[in-house]
């Protein structure tokens, strides 16, 4: 049995799926099923459903396979059995393993089954929010349930960091809605408003609705950037230059002052955070997410994190982009773009003579590739330019959008 880990909204529709949520779904769709409900929002047996349910596994996993499901913990959460493969999805059926371990408002994650059985006889008005309930929105439900003559039933729709504040939502307002009952549901956003609606639709049905009234979409406004996580991430041959230039923007930011500055160089996170690791492509690709995840976890909360290694792959720094914006936080990509032969002529660490010599396998620029960035922000050659200046060019970029007052 192989095991995977999905990402964050497969794990959500697993849950839906394992859940009854989804019924009558009790698996990831063929692609027959998922062509039916693209076309005509029917899966291919008849019953109308508004949304592809997918999920996308290494080309590795062929028919036939179990594959165990994982959360990011490392928690096995329940077993596909592969039926068909399509291009980089899978389909088929799921079996729930052990029971599901959530978070905070943990009591609220209950399944439709149960909260059929606690609903009263008569009308359910569900109402599913993906934010608060403004002083309208809520005079509206009321309204409703008091013209239905029906029981209210919230649903805070809990996907990523904001979930608990739905749901903190959801119970204040429930406060004002006498008898109602409050479920947390963790039904992803869909970018299609329409099929978005549907599918809030369908899972509010199977947890027992007779009417269902959508919450307006909440309205974020970002904050400014000097209150946003930045991370600013440098790329470049060994020798370009780009830990000095971190290590002097890192000191000019302190000097500064009013921004938490964490710096992560390539070497020292080697040496402290992936000790053992090679420098095979995997091992490489599995450092540079090790960075982009601290720098993520910084940027998370409000802070500023410099990042310096030599990050070949740009696949590997797309990753480190995502996992930075999916936390809100900002990214910029500064390429020290020196050229190959000025950093083996700089050699300060004798690294290009050893991997010349047949010592170093797979050494960026000499028998292993470097990706030049395409989405660079900022690129600099300091073959002709002073550090000064370099850090200056970074600072500049910094403060220009308004990371730093």
Not at 69 to 90: F, I, N, Q, S, W
Not at 189 to 213: C, F, K, M, Q, S
Not at 254 to 264: I, S
């Amino acid at each position: 049995m192989t095991e995977w880990t999905p990402d964050a909204r497969e794990l959500a529709d697993l849950e839906l799926l394992l859940s009854g949520a989804y019924a009558p779904l009790t698996g990831f769709l063929t692609s027959a099923e998922v062509e039916s409900v693209v076309e005509r929002g029917r899966l291919s047996g008849g019953a109308p459903w508004p949304d592809p349910i997918t999920i996308a596994l290494p080309e590795e996993f062929g028919p036939g396979d179990r594959v165990t499901l994982k959360d990011p913990e490392g928690a096995a959460v329940a077993v596909l059995t592969v039926v068909e493969r399509d291009g980089h999805h899978a389909a088929g059926p799921v079996e729930a393993l052990d029971a599901p371990v959530y978070g905070p408002f943990s009591r609220l994650r209950r399944t439709p089954e149960e909260v059929r059985k606690d609903l009263p006889d008569g009308e359910v008005l569900a109402v599913t929010m993906r934010g608060p309930l403004d002083g309208a929105a809520l005079d509206d439900v009321a309204a409703t349930a008091e013209e239905l003559d029906a029981t209210v039933l919230l649903m805070p729709l809990v996907f990523g960091e904001g979930g608990p504040a739905v749901v903190r939502a959801a119970l204040k307002a429930a406060e004002r809605l006498p008898g109602a009952m409050v479920v947390a549901v963790p039904l992803a956003p869909r970018e299609d408003t329409e099929i978005d609606l549907e599918l809030r639709e369908h899972v509010a049905r199977n947890y027992g609705a007779t009417e269902h009234y959508a919450g307006p979409a909440p309205v974020t406004i970002p904050g400014p950037p000097h209150k946003r996580g930045l991370v600013v991430f440098f790329t470049g041959l060994s020798g370009s230059g780009k830990s000095t230039i971190a290590r002097g923007l890192r000191d000019a930011l302190l000097e500064r002052g009013g921004r938490t500055v964490t710096y992560l160089d390539g070497d020292v996170v080697r040496r402290m955070l992936s000790a053992g690791l090679t420098f095979s492509r995997e091992d490489r690709d599995r450092n540079i997410r090790r960075i982009g995840f601290v720098a993520a976890e910084v940027a998370r909360h409000g802070g500023l994190a410099i990042c310096a290694p030599i990050a070949p792959y740009a696949a590997t720094r797309d990753e480190v982009r995502a996992m930075v914006e999916e936390v809100g936080g900002d990214f910029l990509l500064v390429h020290v773009a020196t050229p190959l032969e000025e950093c083996e002529r700089r050699d300060r660490k004798g690294l290009y003579a050893k991997a010349r010599a047949g010592l170093i396998p797979e050494f960026t620029g000499i028998s292993d590739p470097y990706e030049e960035p395409e989405d660079a922000d900022l690129v600099l050659d300091t073959t002709d330019m002073t550090i000064e200046r370099a850090v200056g060019a970074v600072l500049n970029l910094v403060t220009s959008g308004g990371w730093v007052r």
